[in-house]
């Protein structure tokens, strides 16, 4: 929480700003609290009665909190991440996906039964309605997955029209589970769909990871058997992508919810945000961008190219990270654990001279710019023989645990009402319609 007092010496101890309107020589006390003002009390500073109070202006909310959340904590400057007070490091290392999906559901790590239970009925919920399958049949032979999966989970609240009672405690936890459980299925789905291949069910002696793999990779062999290497890389990689605090996808998961709408339409709204290249299309982004580089010698004319202003160099740079995002430093790790299996992936040596030039530029070392979580997941996505449009499906499916403890969040705090920012109107005003005849004539 933020030190809310003042420094020693005038006001030492207040937690107020003091803040004098040069309009009206009026002066007015704001509260501090939690090292933030509360745009209702900027809103009482008014040049007159009956003239309309501050707001502010803060586009892409740079420097504006929503909500109050207890999930995860992140300190840009220090490259610290957390969920629920675990550092993401120690969970990476030691824990799975299902447990880290239940801690940020519901705040606390599981014991043998909780987990027990959870795993149970998160595995017997992986089966999707044969007609959603039909939809997504549907789709053109090289339909995008993340368009696929948009549209199919956002389908989901047809199929569960419950749903929408969202006051329902039980009502809300059903769907939690039917969501994380039915991703995997889906994103595989897509993914099959891109090949042409027949659509793989559900294998409900297989874990998480495990599973996921069958979906995507089984053919005709009885039983899929993944790599243990393979499956552990892939826990981790959902560890490290289930939750990021208020994101852009996380922010219109909180918005869309803020309607009280379902929480199928809430992630597909998350899906959609997700989707975009300056989030967690990156990871696509930064293959493609590596490729098109082509080779060690050609780096420096791309640096340049960034520098003018031609370029951005995926991958790097964040809104809360000013040091090297702690997830790409594990999952860059992680990489050596996956080629050890594939073999190396031959872009990763343009990546590590890419980062080597970056971090000792002063363009990138000035702005604060730091490999991010996309700039090394797709060199291991792509040494696991996904194609660059499956990278963010991968991004959407583990991220799904963090949009629903957020969600939940949201749906629980007395604070929160219906998202609906003001603006500053520049358009005209007052003008007097011409009608068409007259207009053309
Ligand atoms: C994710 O928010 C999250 O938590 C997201 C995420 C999560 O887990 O949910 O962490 C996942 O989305 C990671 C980010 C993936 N995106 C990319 O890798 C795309 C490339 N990065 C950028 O476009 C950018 O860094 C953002 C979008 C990530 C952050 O943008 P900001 O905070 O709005 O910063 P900015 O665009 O205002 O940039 C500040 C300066 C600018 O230069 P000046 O105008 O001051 O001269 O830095 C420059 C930018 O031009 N800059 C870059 C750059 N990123 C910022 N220049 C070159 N290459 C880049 N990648």
Redesign the pocket.
């Known amino acids: 929480m933020a030190d809310d007092s003042a420094p020693a010496g005038k006001n030492a101890g207040a937690s107020t700003l003091t803040v004098r309107d040069n309009r009206t020589g009026q002066e007015y006390d704001v509260p501090i609290l939690d090292g933030a003002v509360l745009g209702a009390d900027l809103g009482k500073i008014k040049t007159a009665e009956d003239q309309p109070g501050l707001s502010v202006y803060d586009p892409?909310f740079?420097n504006t909190a929503s909500c109050r959340s207890a999930i995860t904590f992140i300190d840009g400057d220090e490259g610290i991440l957390e969920y629920r007070g675990y550092p993401i490091e120690q969970l990476a290392e030691k824990s799975n996906y299902l447990e880290v999906a239940y801690l940020l559901i519901h705040g606390d790590l599981p014991t043998k039964e909780q987990y027990d239970a959870w795993e149970h009925q998160i595995t017997f919920h992986t089966f999707v309605h044969e007609n959603v399958k039909g939809l997504m049949q549907g789709f053109r032979y090289d339909a995008h997955p993340m368009g696929m999966l948009l549209a199919s989970v956002g389908a989901l609240s047809t199929f569960y029209p419950e749903s929408r009672n969202i006051a329902d405690a039980n009502v809300r936890q059903m769907q939690v589970v039917r969501l994380i459980a039915k991703m995997p299925t889906l994103g595989a789905w897509a993914f099959r769909h891109a090949q042409g291949k027949p659509y793989v069910y559900p294998d409900n002696d297989l874990g998480y990871a495990a599973n996921f793999l069958s979906m995507l990779f089984k053919m005709s062999e009885q039983k899929f058997e993944a790599d243990e290497r393979l499956i552990k890389a892939l826990e981790v990689l959902f560890i490290l992508?289930a939750d990021?605090?208020q994101?852009?996808?996380?922010n219109a998961v909180r918005s869309v919810g803020s309607s009280q709408v379902d929480p199928y339409s809430c992630v597909a709204a998350g899906i959609g945000a997700l989707f975009g290249?300056?989030?967690?299309g990156?990871n696509e982004?930064?293959l493609k961008m590596l490729r098109r580089i082509g080779s060690v010698d050609n780096i420096p004319d791309f640096i340049n190219g960034?520098k003018d202003?031609q370029?951005?160099?995926?991958?790097?740079?964040?809104?809360?990270y000013k040091n090297y995002?702690p997830r790409a430093k594990i999952i860059k790790k992680a990489c050596d654990d996956v080629f050890e299996v594939t073999g190396v992936n031959p872009l990763l040596k343009i990546a590590l001279e890419l980062e080597k030039i970056a971090l000792e530029d002063e363009y990138?070392v000035k702005?604060k710019?730091y490999p991010?979580?996309?700039?090394y997941s797709g060199l291991i996505y792509e040494a696991l023989s996904f194609p660059p449009e499956m990278f963010t499906v991968l991004f959407a499916i583990p991220?799904t645990s963090g949009w629903l403890a957020q969600w939940l969040e949201l749906v629980d705090d007395k604070e929160q009402k219906i998202a609906r920012p003001k603006q500053i109107y520049t358009g005209d005003r007052g003008l007097d319609y011409v009608s068409s005849s007259e207009r053309w004539a």
């Open positions: 892409g740079v992508h990021h605090e994101n852009c996808s996380t290249p300056l989030h967690g990156a982004a930064v960034v202003g370029e951005r160099l995926m991958g790097f740079g964040h809104r809360v995002d990138f702005r710019l991010n979580v996309d700039f991220r």
